[in-house]
């Protein structure tokens, strides 16, 4: 099997990550309507904002420009990313355990820098045959993915993801491909509603009942 897995909400608890990143910046003086004014930035390509992403190297500097000393947070945010492993679901680890010898790639989206930083210290990288940071379409990135890939004829292609934007484009690129809408209680898209997945499940448990037959 070729599986492609997302990362925020789906093997990490980016609820609970947002809010510790939270409370250093309201323990150090920034009241939560400045942390929520200044938590994404637009990137810009081409003189155009274009797409909306968070990252907190970026809201410390917006906030600093401000006239806040920041260098408290700073220094509590580098101790807090230094080591992500415990927002890591402990379903997730006992997955990718299970499906270790398949090939495993994260296709995630977000700002490069922040994401693959918070991915390459959550301990999980090894997993991985690529970690794949994207601005727009997962469906491009796997595209590429799979062009420099041979794909052996009845190969199962799994995506994993907590978006129904991210499975729209998924299945309407790749018909083929097993799909799964992952809602758990501790992500924040557990709401999520899509006629574009194959399967909506609860647990990684509930993914490994379904693709032991597809890998045969």
Same mark, same amino acid.
Do not use: H, W
């Given at each position: 099997? *070729?599986?492609?897995?997302?990362?925020?909400? /789906? =093997?990490?608890?980016?609820?609970?990550?947002?809010?510790?990143?939270?409370?250093?910046?309201?323990?150090?003086?920034? $009241?939560?309507? #400045?942390?929520?004014?200044?938590?994404?930035?637009?990137?810009?390509?081409?003189?155009?904002?274009? /797409?909306?992403?968070?990252?907190?190297?970026?809201?410390?500097?917006?906030?600093?420009?401000?006239?806040?000393?920041?260098?408290?947070?700073?220094?509590?945010?580098?101790?807090?990313?230094?080591? #992500?492993?415990?927002?890591?679901?402990?379903?997730?680890?006992?997955? =990718?355990?299970?499906?270790?010898?398949?090939?495993?790639?994260?296709? @995630?989206?977000?700002?490069?820098?922040?994401?693959?930083?918070?991915?390459?210290?959550?301990?999980?990288?090894?997993?991985?045959?690529?970690? @794949?940071?994207?601005?727009?379409?997962?469906?491009?990135? *796997?595209?590429?993915?799979?062009?420099?890939?041979? /794909?052996?004829?009845?190969?199962? =292609?799994?995506?994993?993801?907590?978006?129904?934007?991210?499975?729209?484009?998924?299945?309407?690129?790749?018909?083929?491909? /097993? #799909?799964? =809408?992952?809602?758990?209680?501790?992500?924040?898209?557990?709401?999520?509603? #899509?006629?574009?997945?194959?399967?909506?499940?609860? $647990?990684?448990?509930?993914?490994?009942?379904?693709?032991?037959?597809?890998?045969?």
């Amino acid at each position: 099997m *070729i599986i492609f897995i997302d990362f925020d909400d /789906v =093997l990490f608890n980016t609820k609970q990550f947002v809010a510790d990143i939270r409370s250093i910046f309201e323990k150090n003086g920034v $009241s939560e309507e #400045t942390f929520k004014k200044y938590y994404r930035y637009f990137e810009v390509k081409k003189g155009e904002k274009i /797409v909306r992403k968070y990252n907190p190297y970026k809201q410390i500097e917006r906030i600093k420009a401000q006239g806040f000393e920041t260098g408290k947070i700073e220094k509590e945010f580098a101790k807090l990313i230094s080591d #992500t492993s415990e927002y890591i679901f402990s379903d997730g680890i006992e997955f =990718l355990d299970e499906v270790k010898n398949e090939d495993l790639y994260v296709v @995630s989206f977000g700002d490069r820098k922040f994401q693959k930083e918070k991915i390459n210290n959550s301990g999980i990288a090894k997993y991985f045959k690529k970690i @794949s940071v994207v601005d727009f379409s997962k469906a491009v990135e *796997i595209k590429k993915i799979l062009k420099n890939k041979k /794909v052996k004829k009845g190969e199962g =292609l799994i995506f994993i993801d907590d978006r129904e934007k991210f499975l729209k484009d998924i299945k309407k690129s790749y018909p083929g491909m /097993v #799909t799964f =809408l992952l809602k758990i209680p501790e992500g924040r898209y557990d709401d999520e509603i #899509t006629n574009y997945c194959d399967f909506e499940v609860r $647990s990684f448990n509930e993914i490994l009942e379904i693709i032991e037959p597809v890998s045969v």
